[in-house]
């Protein structure tokens, strides 16, 4: 057996020109030899930096792709490093309208990639509007990868109604949010009422493209949608029945698709929820164990015991088409790097990496991963949708504000020392900081909503820990102008109750509980629980995790580098809510929306 990896027959070459020409440099230092191993590119004359903001599905990917690109390339006798942050579609889009202020949106993007099209026909249309510069795009911005929009199901639940084998749309889904009966309609009483999990549109691509869809439905079209559809009595009351089922809103399907696969793990992925819209690839990514679609974490946890399957909308469904935005404020150098950069994502080596994790390619074609082991049917969907204009688009989202399911929410604020800190380089405090971010989220709030406000440190009355400043109750614009009062005048000094006061705030959002709306808890703290004799953590969280109970959820925000985000993680899971992460202080007013966009 031939053993030195060179084929019989042919003559080995001499190795000491690959010293030569530095393949391998060997070095001397302090006595060892130190192998340096060339990067491959020879002669730069300095380095072009892009930076790309793109949904947080794709972010893995791209970044993947990046590196790679930057390993082969140069651009007129530069190496190129291209950087990939993760962007929700919905708040960059804000961003770019308000001129992206790096204090508070992070680092400013040269290129952007939201998951669809229709973020940049918004942008488009609300820029006429800003008084900011908007770094408006050329021409029609090209996908770097598609997917289309799916209803995903837990297989039991999709075979229930006749999956794979019959067409199923937002008509049945509808139908059976509407039934009393709910499961049992189908045979299964165990699994109760139908739940629908679904993002926001404001801020979430499948969530608007899943409105969209909802509309197209009712409508019976597959043309273009026009403001008297989404104006329509018939095609409205159609999309409120719909939205009924919804167990939250969310900024981003993570929110739903990590709280499945916890769920899952404790057998119990059939109660947690009925159906999640979602694209084709997120489907893909679920049942191979991530959630996230971060191809670093396939295979880092095993793949569900109830995998999901994708339903295609037999009216139809909208592809994400992650369109490559190159943004009007690059220069020319950064321009040349950006053009090259699309023309190799583009290309068979970037595309095959896509298709190998549940995408489709910039032109629509499908892989090898589209099959219906994985939960995928290649043949489908049958019908493509397009997206409506603009106009229709801004009158579908003020439509959907008043069409959604309402909410019961009561805000609970850390005011304990902690939050007098300076944040540096803004001159102002943590409260300082936060009092601004709230008053601003309760804007997000319609008046269909309930909304109470509460604040907490320790011992603040007597031995109670927590103080009702404005109770729950309608968001009239009495309350509101209430609310935003009791936000700006809010102190600071004592401790941090916040184990009782999380037990208080879940119990007074319990025993008010309404049928019909989202019932919510939103914890802002900056530290942990300091409450000597306070109820112990594992109490707090058997109390939270009574399935028996109705359903309340706990959403958390870890405020500064002190929060203790294990512990809020723990607290926002047991119900099945989720935490949000604000160590940076500055952020606050982003995460808050996004926050206060599960209602």
Same mark, same amino acid.
């Given at each position: ?101 790096? $204090?508070? %949106?992070?680092?400013?993007? &040269? @290129?952007? #990639? ?5 973020? /940049?026909?918004? *942008? ?97 079209? $597959?043309? %273009?949608?026009?403001?008297? &559809? @989404?104006? #329509? ?5 159609? /999309?409120?029945? *719909? ?104 290309? &068979? ?251």
């Amino acid at each position: 057996m031939n053993y030195s990896g060179v084929p019989r027959g042919r003559r080995r070459t001499p190795l000491w020109p690959f010293f030569v020409t530095a393949v391998l440099v060997a070095v001397v230092v302090g006595g060892f030899v130190v192998l340096l191993k060339n990067s491959g590119k020879q002669n730069c004359s300095g380095t072009v930096r892009l930076r790309m903001a793109a949904s947080q599905d794709t972010v893995g990917l791209l970044q993947r792709a990046a590196d790679d690109y930057g390993k082969k390339h140069t651009v007129g006798g530069k190496c190129v490093a291209v950087t990939v942050d993760s962007k929700n579609s919905g708040t960059a889009m804000n961003a770019l309208v308000k001129g992206w202020d790096e $204090t508070t %949106d992070g680092p400013r993007p &040269d @290129v952007w #990639s939201p998951a669809s099209n229709v973020w /940049v026909t918004l *942008l488009r249309q609300r820029a006429q509007s800003s008084d900011k510069t908007v770094p408006l795009p050329q021409g029609d911005p090209q996908p770097i990868m598609t997917s289309p929009l799916t209803i995903a199901m837990p297989k039991p639940m999709a075979q229930a109604i006749g999956w794979p084998g019959k067409a199923i749309g937002w008509d049945e889904l509808a139908k059976l949010a509407q039934d009393p009966k709910g499961w049992a309609a189908y045979g299964h009483p165990e699994w109760g009422k139908f739940k629908l999990g679904k993002t926001n549109p404001n801020l979430s691509t499948s969530g608007l493209n899943a409105t969209v869809g909802a509309y197209f439905a009712s409508a019976g079209t $597959t043309a %273009d949608l026009t403001e008297d &559809d @989404v104006l #329509s009595t018939k095609n409205q009351t159609f /999309v409120r029945n *719909l939205e009924s089922s919804i167990v939250h809103y969310g900024d981003t399907t993570l929110t739903f698709l990590s709280a499945l696969q916890r769920a899952d793990d404790k057998g119990r992925a059939l109660s947690y929820i009925s159906a999640v819209t979602v694209e084709e690839d997120s489907v893909w990514a679920y049942n191979q164990g991530d959630p996230t679609g971060d191809p670093g974490l396939i295979g880092k946890h095993p793949k569900p015991r109830t995998p999901l399957v994708a339903i295609y909308p037999k009216e139809g469904t909208i592809y994400s088409d992650h369109p490559y935005v190159a943004l009007s404020w690059m220069d020319p150098e950064k321009q040349k790097v950006s053009d090259d950069f699309l023309k190799y994502l583009h290309g &068979d080596e970037a595309q095959t990496g896509f298709q190998k994790f549940g995408y489709r390619g910039w032109q629509g074609t499908s892989g090898g991963e589209i099959n219906q082991g994985n939960g995928l049917l290649a043949d489908g969907p049958k019908t493509k949708l397009n997206l409506p204009s603009a106009a229709v688009l801004s009158k579908l989202l003020d439509a959907w504000g008043e069409l959604r399911k309402p909410a019961k929410v009561l805000l609970v604020v850390d005011r304990s020392g902690s939050m007098q800190e300076g944040v540096p380089g803004t001159g102002k405090s943590k409260l300082d900081l936060a009092r601004s971010a709230a008053a601003n989220s309760l804007s997000e709030f319609r008046g269909q909503d309930k909304v109470g406000l509460w604040m907490f440190s320790s011992r603040l009355r007597g031995e109670q820990d927590w103080q009702e400043l404005q109770p729950i109750a309608q968001m009239d614009a009495g309350h509101r102008s209430a609310l935003k009062q009791s936000v700006s005048t809010l102190t600071v000094g004592g401790g941090t109750g916040l184990y009782n006061t999380t037990a208080a705030a879940y119990d007074a959002i319990r025993s008010g509980r309404e049928e019909n709306s989202i019932n919510a808890v939103v914890v802002l703290t900056d530290g942990k629980n300091e409450r000597p004799g306070s109820l112990e953590l594992s109490a707090l969280i058997n109390k939270l995790s009574d399935k028996e109970s109705e359903q309340v959820r706990v959403f958390t925000i870890a405020y500064g580098q002190d929060a203790d985000q294990n512990v809020l993680r723990q607290i926002a899971e047991a119900t099945d809510g989720a935490e949000y992460d604000s160590s940076n202080p500055n952020g606050i007013r982003e995460v808050l929306t996004e926050v206060v966009s599960n209602f």
